[in-house]
């Protein structure tokens, strides 16, 4: 008798998280939204929430846990019960810290559930619309006309703003100066009033002050041209091949959450999806719906935190002291 104890323990405890999963949802779902309100990562969530909302019966609640690059709201999740009931937006960010940071608070694969990427959009490299600077080329040639004079902002230290120009430095053999700042907001305000000459940032962030005239888009960081800016070429059409920085966004939910669990939120995800209200709210916003089943969307984590990795040890002055 002693030795079956075990295995019906185990056994109880397998039927006990079915049943929860067949009643699942019952109660609201916290949703970590890893940004403060507004801007790309925010309006992402809310559009997601809100549909789930309506498809799951049960209310969706959008928690903005903006902080320590993502992470302090990927720690959050870490740490939550696996029951479904605490969600993530994840977004790049994720995997970039996993490449660039020398620690974290969570295993970045282990402690998370992966259910389905969401949406992918490109960033924008911008310039202040005075700027004599109207193409990448032009940018190359400023560069080394004046090498470590042109600056370029970031959202802060060992982000893809971060990155995407130390790419650009070592591809294109230029020297830049980097300029942190405390979120997208205040680096998109520096580059208005020219404090600095350049940043790359999320389309959604960049977008309406290219419209209002106040900035210049003169390269996209995705495969291909965006509907949104449609006259703007790609980092690829101007010379710099293979080149696809752009973000994406997806849900997780801690590790140990019940496969019956992640697949009906998979399920209402991926039609929320296909709803073309939602697409089009998206869309508005300059993402890309884009769903995957589970094991799709690991796929990608996995091979996105592998790329960077390998472009940090190739640029090793990238690794974060964090």
Request: hydrophobic share 40%.
């Given at each position: 008798m002693k030795f079956f104890r075990p295995l019906f323990l185990a056994m109880a405890c397998l039927a006990a998280g079915a049943a929860a999963a067949q009643d699942y949802p019952n109660k609201p779902i916290r949703m970590f939204i890893p940004a403060a309100p507004g801007g790309g990562v925010d309006s992402a969530g809310r559009i997601l929430a809100t549909y789930l909302t309506n498809k799951l019966g049960k209310s969706v609640v959008p928690e903005n846990r903006a902080g320590a690059g993502t992470m302090l709201a990927s720690d959050s999740l870490a740490k939550a019960p696996a029951d479904g009931y605490t969600i993530l937006l994840v977004t790049t960010s994720h995997t970039v810290n996993a490449a660039v940071r020398k620690s974290l608070p969570y295993d970045p694969v282990k402690d998370f559930a992966a259910v389905s990427e969401v949406g992918y959009t490109p960033d924008v490299l911008v310039v202040n619309s005075e700027s004599?600077?109207?193409?990448?080329?032009?940018?190359?040639?400023?560069?080394?006309?004046?090498?470590?004079?042109?600056?370029?902002?970031?959202?802060?230290?060992?982000?893809?703003?971060?990155?995407?120009?130390?790419?650009?430095?070592?591809?294109?053999?230029?020297?830049?100066?980097?300029?942190?700042?405390?979120?997208?907001?205040?680096?998109?305000?520096?580059?208005?009033?020219?404090?600095i000459d350049m940043l790359f940032l999320g389309v959604v962030?960049?977008?309406?002050?290219?419209?209002?005239?106040?900035?210049?888009?003169?390269?996209?960081?995705?495969?291909?041209?965006?509907?949104?800016?449609?006259?703007?070429?790609?980092?690829?059409?101007?010379?710099?091949?293979?080149?696809?920085?752009?973000?994406?966004?997806?849900?997780?939910?801690?590790?140990?959450?019940?496969?019956?669990?992640?697949?009906?939120?998979?399920?209402?995800?991926?039609?929320?999806?296909?709803?073309?209200?939602?697409?089009?709210?998206l869309a508005t916003v300059g993402i890309e719906p884009a769903g995957t089943t589970p094991e799709q969307f690991t796929a990608l984590m996995n091979s996105d935190i592998a790329r960077w990795k390998k472009i940090v040890e190739k640029l090793p002055q990238l690794k974060s002291n964090d």
């Open positions: 004599k600077i109207h193409s990448v080329a032009e940018l190359v040639a400023a560069a080394k006309k004046a090498p470590g004079k042109l600056t370029f902002g970031s959202s802060g230290p060992a982000t893809l703003s971060q990155l995407e120009p130390e790419l650009l430095k070592d591809e294109a053999g230029i020297d830049l100066l980097h300029v942190p700042y405390r979120g997208g907001v205040p680096a998109v305000t520096a580059v208005i009033s020219k404090e962030a960049v977008a309406p002050h290219i419209s209002s005239g106040k900035l210049r888009a003169i390269a996209t960081t995705g495969k291909n041209r965006i509907p949104m800016l449609k006259d703007v070429p790609t980092m690829a059409e101007q010379g710099f091949r293979d080149w696809d920085t752009g973000i994406w966004y997806g849900v997780v939910v801690p590790a140990g959450t019940p496969p019956a669990v992640i697949a009906t939120l998979n399920k209402a995800i991926n039609e929320a999806l296909k709803d073309e209200d939602v697409r089009h709210k």
